[in-house]
């Protein structure tokens, strides 16, 4: 007697079949599109550029070291500094503090007006000697003595002490003068040193207050490039998430759905009618199933 052999096949229902052959196909295809350039640079990651407020900043600080014109490359950076006077934005008013320091300071400051002050007081003074020396002239005459030997006398003594005051007072003067000039080149030094720690303060806000507004939109840009790249990953990864749901919907079908199994004999000839349906019956539902 011949051996019987039997083939088991095991098949899902045809829908699921047709569903999973579908899910392959469109998976292969979208694996098979890879990302062009410009998506792979658009899903990467990107750095905004300075802006021309950050520039500005930059620029007024090379300014205030003394340093020359800046260029900038394509992303916004320093590429070059260009020459300079070398002259930071403080160094003017030290450089007129100093011009009012040293022993001859003060000549700058003895003004004009000073010198006016002087020359008509000296005027007057001299106005009143002529009146004195008239007057006395009139005494010497009136007393018989005028060109006598005291009348000389008197006249050298009052001619002596009158040059002696007139110096004394040329030189309370000028000594004044002398101390209103020191003064003046004291107040001067101060007042431009003052200026001098004033002024980098100054342009240290302004470039802080540039910088900030510069740093603001720069945050801002980096944003909107950050919101970009974050698009064209969602655009790219999009298809492969509707797969993914596809293939969990294709799975959480198929576990509900028995498996058939088809029994065929082969070489000892065909099996009857009702070992075909309780072979395939049993591979369906279970002996348990057909029998109760």
Do not use: H
């Amino acid at each position: 007697m011949a051996d019987t052999t039997y083939e088991t096949i095991a098949r899902r229902a045809p829908f699921l079949e047709a569903a999973g052959e579908s899910y392959i196909d469109l998976l292969t295809k979208q694996v098979g599109m890879a990302p062009t350039a410009a998506e792979l640079q658009a899903m990467g990651p990107q750095v905004a550029g300075q802006n021309v407020l950050t520039q500005a900043a930059q620029q007024q600080a090379a300014t205030q070291a003394g340093l020359g014109t800046l260029t900038f490359g394509p992303q916004g950076q320093v590429t070059g500094v260009g020459a300079g006077t070398g002259v930071a934005g403080y160094q003017p008013f030290l450089q007129a503090a100093q011009a009012a320091t040293g022993p001859q300071a003060y000549q700058a400051y003895m003004s004009p007006y000073q010198q006016d002050v002087i020359a008509t007081t000296l005027a007057e003074f001299d106005r009143q000697r002529q009146m004195q020396e008239q007057q006395l002239a009139g005494t010497q005459v009136a007393q018989g003595a005028f060109g006598q030997g005291r009348g000389q006398i008197a006249q050298a003594e009052y001619g002596a002490q009158s040059d002696r005051n007139r110096a004394a007072l040329q030189a309370q003067l000028l000594q004044q003068g002398f101390g209103q000039a020191q003064q003046l080149a004291a107040q001067q030094f101060e007042q431009q040193k003052g200026l001098a720690s004033l002024q980098p303060s100054l342009a240290a806000t302004g470039i802080q207050q540039l910088g900030a507004a510069g740093t603001s939109n720069l945050a801002y840009q980096q944003a909107l490039l950050d919101a970009q790249r974050g698009q064209a990953q969602l655009s790219y990864q999009e298809p492969y998430s509707r797969l993914g749901q596809l293939g969990t919907g294709i799975a959480s079908v198929a576990g509900g759905v028995p498996v058939s199994q088809t029994v065929t004999q082969q070489g000892a000839g065909t099996p009857g009618a009702l070992s075909q349906a309780i072979t395939t019956a049993a591979g369906a539902y279970g002996l348990g199933s057909l029998f109760g």
